[in-house]
């Protein structure tokens, strides 16, 4: 079992940015795919990006050109830079892998977006 551990969230302004990370119990390396995943209020969670272990990204929509996702190797830690945060971007922010291991979903971390 994995455990993930999500921290960077809080509260921002619309059009402010935050710096998400991911950190794991085991070693990131062997997992093919890892995500970042969003649960807005009353919506289901879902992918927002993805980065496969030779650092190609994909990102949803909603997202793609205001956020960034990296692996920082040396501090086996995902990396989610967030720009130009909208209101809709409110949600708690979980990572996990693509596809994601269901028993091992962490805390989260909560980012608010709010003038």
């Known amino acids: 079992q994995v455990q993930f551990v999500e921290s960077g969230g809080g509260l921002v302004q619309p059009g402010g940015s935050l710096t998400l990370s991911c950190a794991a119990s085991g070693s990131m390396a062997k997992y093919g795919v890892m995500g970042w995943y969003r649960q807005a209020p009353g919506k289901q969670r879902e992918l927002v990006a993805s980065?496969?272990?030779?650092?190609?990204?994909n990102y949803s929509e909603s997202v793609k050109d205001r956020f960034a996702i990296w692996r920082d190797r040396s501090k086996n830690t995902v990396i989610l830079r967030m720009n130009g945060l909208l209101l809709e971007d409110t949600g708690v922010y979980f990572c996990n892998t693509w596809p994601p291991r269901n028993d091992d979903w962490g805390r989260g971390t909560p980012v608010t977006v709010s003038s």
């Open positions: 980065i496969e272990y030779v650092g190609l990204t």
